[in-house]
């Protein structure tokens, strides 16, 4: 679970986001960074149940992310991000293909997964996917399992029109229309601090692990 302490870090860290703040409580963080680590060990040991494709040798440091913030070609340039991220695959938070992601921040966490803005010839064969295979996807995205959990994929980013290739009018176009492939649901501190909240967030990992199947088969 994750502990009261580590949220209080990141409230902390909102309201302090400076290098001397840090400096003066990097034990503070530490904490919390080992306390999520525990944490990614007992999903990873739940998520291997449900996707064979994660080994269940996956080192959690290879999934959480550093909380260092790249500034550079940011206009936010506040050092440090005010969440832990985790991003697991069968190659931890580096895999560029589909995977799961856990976004721990006080009153903003969310269990989210997919595949985000891929590039543009992988955005094709998933467009390509959905018009020759779309009943795969239907039953990933359309279950109830998914549909009472994330009720449907985000549309963040996706096009005003149709995609070059494919009618206005056809039958999926509003998922053609898509240029990012996820689905999200937030989180209350309360679930994540709870002693089963390894087994809460697996369970909405399993409720994406359809759809995580079908990216990984349109983008082999």
Known sequence: ??????????????????????????????????????????????????????????NPKDCVMRIYRDVRFSPDKTPYKTNFGIGISPFGKTFKGPGYYLHIEPD??????????????????????????????EE????????????????EGALKTSPKGYPLDHPNIELLKLKSFTASHYLTNKELSGSGAAKTVATGFANLYPFIKFLRNATI
């Not at 502990?3 to 209080?8: G, L, S």
């Not at 302090?16 to 003066?24: D, G, M, V």
């Not at 269990?111 to 959905?130: H, Y």
């Open 108 to 137: 903003k966490s969310f269990v989210a997964g997919g595949l985000w803005f891929p590039e543009a010839s992988v955005l094709k064969n998933i467009r390509q996917e959905i018009d020759y295979n779309y009943a795969e996807l």
């Open 1 to 58: 679970m994750i502990d009261p302490k580590t949220f209080t870090f990141l409230k902390n860290i909102s309201e302090n986001n400076n290098r001397e703040w840090f400096a003066s409580n990097k034990e503070e963080h530490d904490l919390g960074r080992d306390n999520v680590l525990d944490f990614v060990s007992d999903l990873i040991a739940e998520i291997t149940k449900i996707d064979k494709e994660v080994p269940d040798v996956l």
């Open 140 to 155: 990933a995205i359309e279950s109830d399992n998914f549909k009472n959990y994330f009720n449907e994929l985000d549309r």
